[in-house]
């Protein structure tokens, strides 16, 4: 089966800029995530989506950061307006269910630079 | 919410040589433990999981243990080959209430010298 895909996977911004990432989950899986990789760490979830319904939005910073999943499908996550601490990769993660115990299948990631 | 800690950030060794590395929680309602490796720019991978009702769980040359008592989790790799190189995190999860998401450790950046 294809996988989670991703694009760009490179954008280099300066701060106050905006930038948008998208993620195309793989076929049939209701639940998409949103991760924040900071060089050296673990991933930090953002965003959950179950079909196009937020599930958990606590860690993302509202303020300047926005996630949409239209039709349940594809989503996009948007920064308006960049600050250096974003800088990181953002990985976007789908798998089948939501309660059950599934493996997270993630994609390439895209790596953003904000000078 | 729940807290995972991982140790050590870094490890090196031979070659054939075993590998433990080793994780803490925090919620004692986590009940799915996963593990990814992350080769360097590339995405994670899930290489073995564990659920609270299972002690210890095998594939090949890589086994993972739980002590839920202790909170606390660990990754085995025997025979280590240089492919094994890479960054590995650990993760928590509680499946029920709304607490389910996985929460990562910071990762162990594992080199495995020829």
């Known amino acids: 089966e294809a996988g989670v895909a991703q694009s760009p996977r490179y954008k280099i911004i300066e701060k106050r800029q905006s930038v948008a990432f998208w993620c195309n989950p793989i076929?049939?899986?209701?639940?998409l995530y949103w991760y924040q990789q900071i060089l050296g760490q673990g991933p930090k979830l953002l965003i959950q989506?179950?079909?196009?319904?937020?599930?958990?939005d606590s860690q993302l910073p509202k303020d300047r950061f926005s996630a949409e999943r239209l039709k349940g499908v594809d989503s996009t996550l948007k920064i308006q307006p960049a600050k250096l601490e974003d800088s990181a990769v953002y990985l976007c993660?789908?798998?089948?269910?939501?309660?059950?115990?599934?493996?997270?299948?993630f994609g390439p990631g895209t790596r953003l630079t904000v000078l | 919410g729940e807290n995972v800690e991982q140790h050590p950030s870094t490890l090196s060794v031979q070659e054939g040589d075993s590998a433990v590395i080793k994780c803490t929680y925090s919620?004692?309602?986590?009940?799915?433990f996963p593990w990814y490796k992350q080769e360097l720019g590339k995405r994670p991978q899930l290489i073995i999981d564990?659920?609270?009702?299972?002690g210890e769980k095998k594939d090949q040359r890589i086994a993972v243990t739980l002590n839920k008592t202790a909170k606390h989790f660990s990754l085995h790799i025997t025979e280590t080959q240089p492919e094994d190189s890479a960054v590995y995190f650990c993760?928590?999860?509680?499946?029920?209430?709304?607490?389910?998401?996985?929460?990562f450790g910071k990762g162990t950046l594992l080199t495995v010298n020829p």
């Open positions: 989506f179950q079909n196009n319904g937020v599930v958990d």
């Open positions: 993660a789908s798998s089948p269910e939501r309660l059950a115990l599934n493996e997270q299948f």
């Open positions: 564990i659920r609270s009702n299972v």
């Open positions: 076929s049939g899986h209701a639940t």
């Open positions: 919620d004692s309602a986590s009940n799915y």
């Open positions: 993760a928590a999860s509680n499946s029920g209430g709304s607490n389910y998401k996985l929460t």
